[in-house]
T-cell receptor
Framework: EDKVVQSPLSLVVHEGDTVTLNCSYE??????LLWYKQEKKAPTFLFML????IEKKSGRLSSILDKKELFSILNITATQTGDSAVYLC??????????FGTGTSLTVIP | NAGVTQTPKFQVLKTGQSMTLQCAQD?????MYWYRQDPGMGLRLIYY???????DKGEVPNGYNVSRLNKREFSLRLESAAPSQTSVYFC??????????????FGEGSRLTVL
């Protein structure tokens, strides 16, 4: 059975802290791994990863994929209150289907 | 640029009633999807359409039907709503890049309550 597991389920940090969110997967015919940020409404796209060991970076956010160990991490440095959200990991498998994890809820306290 | 538009945003139904969720995208994407999001369950795929004229079942298709009306529009129908279908529904679209589905663009969601 294809599955995506995210950890931790929730996290509370203070502004300025650095956080690491984890996503492990068992998906048949892996094609890509995507990270999304979900605030109140629609998930918004952060990164797409297809190759191991290549870091994707956008401002204070970065992500990397390990296809041998079947996981990805999302790092957020110097967190701000605007980073408070649920972070979703999705893995693309056979037939362009995506499997989502349950998400990590991040709360950043001023 | 509207992106992906879903209607209605909120709906309350009684058990056994039917309704259709509408979705339209203006990005000329070939693939469209319907997901449901429940607490503790993550997003689960109901149906998807890889291109105009095709639809396929996802992980949780029971109790739903879909229509890919044209390239822009993909509707989700509940023929006889049940309380278990209380959820937030998201429509999404993507443009495949080679063998990859491409990133998903989501609508703002439709919150459905079945009493």
């Amino acid at each position: 059975e294809d599955k995506v597991v995210q950890s931790p389920l929730s996290l509370v940090v203070h502004e300025g802290d650095t956080v690491t969110l984890n996503c492990s997967y068992e998906v048949t015919n892996f094609r890509s791994l995507l990270w999304y940020k979900q605030e109140k409404k629609a998930p918004t796209f952060l990164f797409m990863l297809t190759s191991s060991g290549i870091e994707k970076k956008s401002g204070r956010l970065s992500s990397i994929l390990d296809k041998k160990e079947l996981f990805s991490i999302l790092n957020i440095t110097a967190t701000q209150t605007g980073d408070s959200a649920v972070y979703l990991c999705a893995v693309e498998g056979t037939g362009n289907q995506f499997y989502f994890g349950t998400g990590t809820s991040l709360t950043v306290i001023p | 640029n509207a992106g992906v538009t879903q209607t209605p945003k909120f709906q309350v139904l009684k058990t056994g009633q039917s309704m259709t969720l509408q979705c339209a995208q203006d990005m000329n994407h070939n693939s469209m999807y319907w997901y449901r999001q429940d607490p503790g369950m993550g997003l689960r795929l109901i149906y998807y359409s890889a291109s105009e004229g095709t639809t396929d079942k996802g992980e949780v298709p029971n109790g739903y039907n879909v229509s890919r009306l044209n390239k822009r529009e993909f509707s989700l129908r509940l023929e006889s709503a049940a309380p278990s279908q209380t959820s937030v529904y998201f429509c999404a679209s993507s443009e495949p890049r080679g063998i990859l589905a491409g990133e998903l663009f989501f609508g703002e969601g439709s919150r459905l309550t079945v009493l």
